[in-house]
Nanobody
Framework: QVQLEESGGGLVQAGDSLRLSCAASGRTLSGYVMGWFRQAPGKEREFVAGIRWIGASTYYVDSVKGRFTISRDIAKNTVYLQMMSLKPEDTAVYYC????????????????????WGQGTQVTVSS
């Protein structure tokens, strides 16, 4: 069992930066895929960024490429989402999620395939 806890959200102005953290407990994340998702009011939850714990390969939704960076700290069992040049349309509750995936399985996971979720952290970007 993996427990995930997000932190770092807040109210910022357009153009500002924020770093979200997702601390995992219960077991180490070796072999896991970690994802950041977000859900704006009235919209479906959407994928933002993902990272494989082993090898740290990353992938992003097009709307955040060049602005957001996902990373992980093995020693702290924590995943980060560095967000720069924030826009009002980035306003949402941000969630991290995890799923164990063998390294030989190179596919990108769909939202329904993640097993563990955090409670979310609110990010609000004012114009």
């Amino acid at each position: 069992q993996v427990q995930l806890e997000e932190s770092g959200g807040g109210l910022v102005q357009a153009g500002d930066s924020l770093r979200l953290s997702c601390a995992a407990s219960g077991r180490t994340l070796s072999g896991y895929v970690m994802g950041w998702f977000r859900q704006a009011p009235g919209k479906e939850r959407e994928f933002v960024a993902g990272i494989r714990w082993i090898g740290a390969s990353t992938y992003y939704v097009d709307s955040v490429k060049g602005r957001f960076t996902i990373s992980r700290d093995i020693a702290k069992n924590t995943v980060y989402l560095q967000m720069m040049s924030l826009k009002p349309e980035d306003t949402a509750v941000y969630y991290c999620a995890a799923r164990f995936l063998p390294f030989s399985d190179g596919r990108k996971l769909g939202i329904a395939e993640y097993d563990y979720w955090g409670q979310g952290t609110q990010v609000t970007v004012s114009s």
